[in-house]
């Protein structure tokens, strides 16, 4: 499903070409540059309500809805239970060092926008039971302009993980940007483009009813011998403490090397669960890696405390 600002620059884009406008002219007609038309065109930043304004008079047309969600600024309002969610991440962190832990502020990190819809293909690649699952998910967040824009702008390195994103998806939890190191992140999370320490990732929040998580896809860390991207990053916390995790998605022809992956396991140096990707059709997989962390939580101890380190570069 596309957001509504990938919809509108579509539909820009269409209704300048009919009306006979170049980009440059229409640029020059509404006082922008090229270059920032073509960004709005292209799905890379949001047209200001001015602007669009300014469009309208100049192709005679309205854009009617499409206006929804364009023009807002950060991010949308965590509802409540998210809110006490990452009270809880950060809290955790904090009793477990018995003080308070002290983090500088980093820009959000760059994303690759596209106008593409990372899932309406994927019945094609991964059989109808996946496309059910999408048209669900759909479903659910029909309305949900802000988890559109974030989840279409994730990426991935499979169709396989993709769909396990929608299952974790499909149990309603809010996405929203995150900063890991505040949260009991103990692995060196950095921007995957620059290769500096990492600001915002874009996470599942999750509170339960003795712990809560946040769930984010496709993080680099680290590691004291390279770089490394882990499918899912996980943080987990309740009762004073957190414990970082990793879900990696297995496929035969990428992970036929067993002792490879106990090495990059190794590098990792925190929990990593696999998961086969044949399991994806099995029902109950996303609360088996529930169950999974919360096991991993209980399992952590005060031993834990000289390995349990938030973020450091």
Same mark, same amino acid.
């Given at each position: 499903?596309?957001?509504?600002?990938?919809?509108?620059?579509?539909?820009?884009?269409?209704?300048?070409?009919?009306?006979?406008?170049?980009? *440059?002219?229409?640029?020059?007609?509404?006082?922008?540059?090229?270059?920032?038309?073509?960004?709005?065109?292209?799905?890379?930043?949001?047209?200001?309500?001015?602007?669009?304004?300014?469009?309208?008079?100049?192709?005679?047309?309205?854009?009617?809805?499409?206006?929804?969600?364009?023009?807002?600024?950060? *991010?949308?309002?965590?509802?409540?239970?998210?809110?006490?969610?990452?009270?809880?991440?950060?809290?955790?962190?904090?009793?477990?060092?018995?003080?308070?832990?002290?983090?500088?502020?980093?820009?959000?990190?760059?994303?690759?926008?596209?106008?593409?819809?990372?899932?309406?293909?994927?019945?094609?690649?991964?059989?109808?039971?996946? #496309?059910?699952?999408?048209?669900?998910?759909?479903?659910?967040?029909?309305?949900?302009?802000?988890?559109?824009?974030?989840?279409?702008?994730?990426?991935?390195?499979?169709?396989?993980?993709?769909?396990?994103?929608?299952?974790?998806?499909?149990? #309603?939890?809010?996405?929203?940007?995150?900063?890991?190191?505040?949260?009991?992140?103990?692995?060196?999370?950095?921007?995957?483009?620059?290769?500096?320490?990492?600001?915002?990732?874009?996470?599942?929040?999750?509170?339960?009813?003795?712990?809560?998580?946040?769930?984010?896809?496709?993080?680099?860390?680290?590691?004291?011998?390279?770089?490394?991207?882990?499918?899912?990053?996980?943080?987990?916390?309740?009762?004073?403490?957190?414990?970082?995790?990793?879900?990696?998605?297995?496929?035969?022809?990428?992970?036929?090397?067993?002792?490879?992956?106990?090495?990059?396991?190794?590098?990792?140096?925190?929990?990593?669960?696999?998961?086969?990707?044949?399991?994806?059709?099995?029902?109950?997989?996303?609360?088996?890696?529930?169950?999974?962390?919360?096991?991993?939580?209980?399992?952590? #101890?005060?031993?834990?405390? #000289?390995?349990?380190?938030?973020?450091?570069?």
């Amino acid at each position: 499903m596309l957001s509504f600002k990938q919809k509108l620059a579509r539909r820009i884009v269409k209704i300048r070409v009919k009306k006979g406008f170049s980009q *440059r002219q229409a640029a020059v007609e509404i006082g922008v540059t090229q270059s920032y038309l073509a960004q709005v065109e292209m799905g890379y930043r949001p047209i200001s309500g001015k602007c669009l304004e300014k469009l309208e008079r100049l192709f005679k047309t309205k854009f009617g809805k499409l206006w929804g969600g364009i023009g807002r600024r950060g *991010r949308p309002s965590a509802a409540p239970a998210t809110r006490e969610a990452l009270r809880e991440l950060g809290q955790a962190i904090r009793e477990f060092w018995n003080g308070e832990v002290l983090v500088p502020e980093h820009p959000q990190p760059h994303q690759v926008r596209t106008l593409e819809d990372p899932l309406w293909t994927i019945a094609l690649r991964l059989g109808e039971e996946a #496309g059910e699952e999408v048209r669900r998910l759909e479903a659910l967040r029909a309305k949900d302009e802000a988890f559109w824009r974030q989840f279409n702008e994730l990426r991935f390195d499979s169709w396989c993980e993709k769909r396990l994103l929608v299952r974790v998806a499909l149990l #309603g939890m809010p996405l929203m940007g995150v900063r890991l190191e505040r949260l009991g992140c103990k692995v060196a999370a950095i921007d995957g483009v620059s290769g500096e320490k990492a600001g915002l990732h874009r996470g599942f929040v999750m509170r339960g009813e003795t712990a809560s998580l946040v769930w984010c896809p496709q993080v680099t860390i680290r590691t004291g011998v390279g770089y490394r991207c882990v499918d899912n990053l996980l943080v987990i916390s309740g009762g004073g403490k957190s414990v970082t995790l990793a879900v990696e998605l297995d496929g035969a022809p990428f992970h036929g090397d067993a002792r490879k992956e106990q090495r990059r396991d190794r590098e990792l140096g925190i929990p990593v669960l696999h998961v086969d990707a044949a399991r994806l059709d099995e029902p109950g997989l996303i609360a088996s890696i529930l169950r999974w962390a919360k096991a991993m939580l209980e399992a952590a #101890g005060s031993t834990d405390k #000289g390995t349990a380190l938030v973020c450091q570069n």
